[in-house]
């Protein structure tokens, strides 16, 4: 049901077609090939959606005993005192046996932070190593960051790279996508638009879209515009009174309400580097 992904979903179908095939020719899975997986997208790209998703596949395929995904970062595996980090980590770990154990932002592990206390995160990284190998198809961990910071995260650490054998790389969302999770998000929540309002909508997105920068949300920020538009709505209806309101007319978005999504780059809070082609024009 997710929109998009086509070439995450083809990847993970022939991970699934693998598994199912090992166990059912009595091959040791774990053993032939690692589990453990980096999710690599820009924000809003559906990372941690997926990797909720595939736990639950593995659990299903019998892979995983329990199926839990503990979801942490930095904050959750890093103390501030010489000795605590390895503790704090286990903690994560433990409560992961069985399941998933997913590391959002993960390059933040190996980011020095300075002064005395800037080698924490690799106490933690080589807390995860170690289980890893001692625990070994016991549980597993998802890593998910941003595509040039989980690059130099696979760098910092000789380790890492050879333990994260497979690499989800979420893309960008078109500008059909865009216009799709929109409708998709409204569906949810029994608004309609009008024609003008949608034709509006969709132009908007693709604006978005080609003006992009690398901090650019993909979903996150449809989800934004969505809110202003509904809020539009709202306040557009709030202003008639009662007796005049159509209960039937009542959840339509207007092209009233999305018109203060202007297709002008005067707008901006910040002037924005376009990526991906046409980014000088």
């Known amino acids: 049901s997710l929109i998009g992904m086509e070439s995450i979903k083809v990847q993970i179908q022939e991970m699934v077609q693998l598994v199912k095939y090992f166990r059912e020719t009595g091959k040791d899975v774990l053993n032939s090939f690692s589990l453990h997986t980096i999710f690599v997208g820009n924000p809003g790209t559906g990372k941690t ?30 103390a501030g005192f010489v000795g605590q980090t390895a503790i704090k980590t286990a903690e994560q770990i433990d409560k992961a046996m069985g399941g998933v154990l997913f590391i959002d932002e993960a390059y933040a592990l190996t980011a020095k932070t300075g002064g005395a206390h800037g080698d924490f995160g690799d106490e933690a990284i080589q807390t995860i190593l170690k289980r890893m190998e001692d625990n070994r198809g016991e549980f597993f961990v998802f890593a998910a960051g941003y595509p040039d910071n989980m690059e130099n995260f696979l760098k910092a650490n000789p380790g890492l790279n050879s333990r994260f054998d497979k690499t989800l790389k979420f893309e960008d969302y078109s500008p059909e996508d865009l216009n799709n999770i929109a409708k998709m998000m409204l569906l949810d929540q029994e608004v309609n638009m009008t024609e003008a309002a949608s034709v509006h909508l969709a132009k908007y997105l693709a604006f978005m879209y080609e003006f992009r920068d690398k901090y650019f949300g993909n979903a996150r920020e449809v989800r934004k515009v969505v809110v202003e538009a509904v809020k539009k709505m709202n306040l557009r209806l709030a202003e008639i009174p009662p007796e005049d309101r159509i209960k039937e007319e009542g959840m339509i978005i207007t092209l009233e309400d999305v018109k203060s999504f202007k297709l002008d780059t005067n707008d901006f809070t910040f002037n924005k580097k376009k990526i991906g082609f046409g980014r000088n024009r």
């Open 49 to 78: 959606t997926v990797a909720r998703i595939l736990t639950k596949i593995y659990k299903a395929l019998g892979v995983l005993e329990r199926g839990q995904m503990v979801e942490t970062d930095r904050q959750g595996l890093v």
